[in-house]
């Protein structure tokens, strides 16, 4: 379990010219450790560059300065996607395409052997209890179902290494949570390394092994909580006092940065300086 | 068919067929001159006589090739030019709006100048419609490959999609609705002016026998042709939205 995963050192990344008044530092001198098979969330404040420093790991965005290592190879901008699969945010599922073509064009682009294509897919779609919608288009399904097949796609490329963009954003409190304890069934099975980013402090306390509290405007580590519960977890950890705990930890750590959040958007004239 | 529906093909066949009486009681009657318009039987009469000569066919043919080769050049001129200008932000900022400007002025205008480059012959014409045709499909293919969703390139691209896979699995098909309404709507504006074209000034095709008709005061078969084009026109149409509707639903 020591082994690292991915290795993120003195990461930073700027949008715009340093200087320009319209520059922005979402990443400040970020340094992390995964291991391998852990489950870390990026909790924070919209706006903290968690989206960022999770496509700086998957390799869609090269860093302004700093290193990132993952499975020990270098990600300078370029995607492994042989070693990371990503779930974004949004379904990302092809409306062009079937729910199978869209496991097809996946492996495909992934460069796995034709013949492993039908078998891999079924097999995800099965975890994920989808099956039966396998020749469905997405707009023919529900947003937790699109959200539930886009899962599916994200596991069914078998990479060790799965980063996930808010999946479970668009979906409602009932639905995530179902979502959310299945992932956490599944990936029990898998043991396969994952960075996940929320905003939902629950989210982040039922399926992390790990917290990783961000703040923003720079975007740094604040605190990283540990989350000491063995995988798969019941919907029972939920009720357990430690939960609440942890739960009221994390909001007590954002609440401040939230509220610095919002008043720099109400007022970026102050908050600037 | 639904209810709905049913009502919408009942109201649209009512008009015409309120348009066809129209046509036939004001000829019967006289109150439009039979010279004007004929009546309905003289000129089913006509076209029954029409399609009898080989004349007709040879025209319908010459105008039909006129049709397809302008189109096939506009087609693939302005999905090349299209595609190519949305390859960088920069050259989509610069021309698009000279190709849509471009597009308001009316190309009939420079008819003429088509006959002086082209000659009277069918090249002319093709070179016309082809003209006219080219700038709502390279609009129509600008618009298609730009506006596409940025979340869908990404998420091909973390999965390793290569620039190839890229445009044949994420880029055209995202963009083939679009792309298909412009092929339709230049594909109509070039049948119109390769028949516009012929009728102001040419030697054979469709247009040519209709202005021929109108010069001779043979108004009978004058709308014989003219319901022919319409009749094909509307069979085109009609399969062109069959094939759109069918790439549309996959």
Excluded at chain 1, 49 to 77: E, Q, W, Y
Excluded at chain 2, 116 to 142: C, E, H, M, R, W
Excluded at chain 2, 184 to 209: D, H, K, M, Q, Y
């Amino acid at each position: 379990m020591s082994e690292s995963a991915i290795s993120i050192r003195n990461v930073s990344q700027r949008y715009g010219d340093a200087g320009a008044p319209d520059s922005v530092l979402a990443l400040d001198d970020i340094s992390l450790e995964v291991r391998k098979g852990e489950f870390v969330c990026l909790l924070g404040p919209s706006g903290c560059g968690k989206s960022t420093l999770l496509n700086v790991i998957g390799g869609l965005f090269k860093p302004t300065s700093g290193m990132c290592h993952v499975a020990g190879r270098l990600v300078d901008g370029s995607p492994h996607p042989d070693k990371i699969a990503f779930v974004f945010q949004e379904s990302t599922l092809f409306p062009w395409y079937s729910i199978i073509e869209n496991f097809r064009i996946a492996l495909k682009f992934q460069g796995i052997p034709q013949s492993e294509w039908d078998d891999r897919a079924m097999q995800a779609l099965k975890a994920v209890g989808m099956s039966s919608f396998a020749s469905h288009y997405p707009d023919q399904l529900s947003v937790g179902m699109r959200q539930r097949v886009n899962m599916a796609r994200g596991i069914c490329v078998e990479t060790d290494i799965l980063l996930m963009d808010e999946p479970f954003a668009a979906l409602d409190e009932q639905t995530r949570m179902v979502l959310g304890e299945d992932l956490s069934q599944l990936l029990a099975a898998t043991g396969k390394t994952i960075v996940f980013v929320t905003h939902s402090l629950a989210e982040a306390v039922f399926l992390s092994d790990r917290i990783v509290v961000m703040s923003a405007r720079p975007g740094k580590i604040k605190t990283i909580i540990d989350v000491n519960e063995a995988h798969p977890r019941s919907p029972d950890f939920m009720l357990e006092p430690r939960f609440s705990e942890l739960r009221n930890e994390c909001y007590a750590l954002l609440r401040d940065e939230i509220r610095s959040t919002m008043a720099a958007q109400r007022d970026p004239q102050s908050a600037g300086a | 068919m639904d209810r709905s529906n049913f009502a919408t093909r009942s109201i649209q066949i009512s008009f015409l067929a309120v348009l066809a009486g129209a046509w036939w009681l004001a000829t019967e009657t006289g109150s439009i001159s039979r010279l004007f318009l004929p009546q309905p039987r003289a000129v089913y009469a006509a076209a029954e006589r029409l399609v009898q000569t080989a004349a007709f066919w040879s025209a319908v043919s010459v105008t039909l090739m006129t049709i397809a080769k302008a189109f096939l050049i506009a087609m693939i001129a302005g999905i090349i030019v299209g595609y190519l200008v949305t390859r960088t932000r920069l050259a989509t900022q610069v021309i698009e709006p000279i190709i849509s400007g471009l597009f308001t002025i009316p190309i009939t205008l420079f008819f003429p100048m088509f006959i002086l480059f082209f000659g009277i012959g069918t090249g002319s014409k093709v070179a016309y419609g082809a003209t006219y045709a080219f700038f709502p499909i390279a609009l129509n293919t600008i618009a298609a490959f730009s506006n596409m969703d940025e979340r869908y390139l990404r998420a091909a691209r973390s999965m390793g999609a290569g620039r190839w896979q890229t445009f044949r699995h994420i880029l055209l098909p995202g963009a083939l609705p679009v792309l298909m309404t412009g092929m339709r709507i230049g594909f109509f504006i070039c049948f119109a002016s390769v028949l516009g074209g012929e009728t102001i000034s040419s030697v054979a095709g469709v247009g040519r026998n209709i202005a021929h008709a109108a010069e001779l005061m043979e108004s009978a078969r004058m709308y014989a042709w003219i319901v022919f084009v319409i009749c094909t026109s509307v069979t085109l149409n009609l399969i062109v939205y069959a094939f759109e509707n069918r790439i549309r639903n996959r």
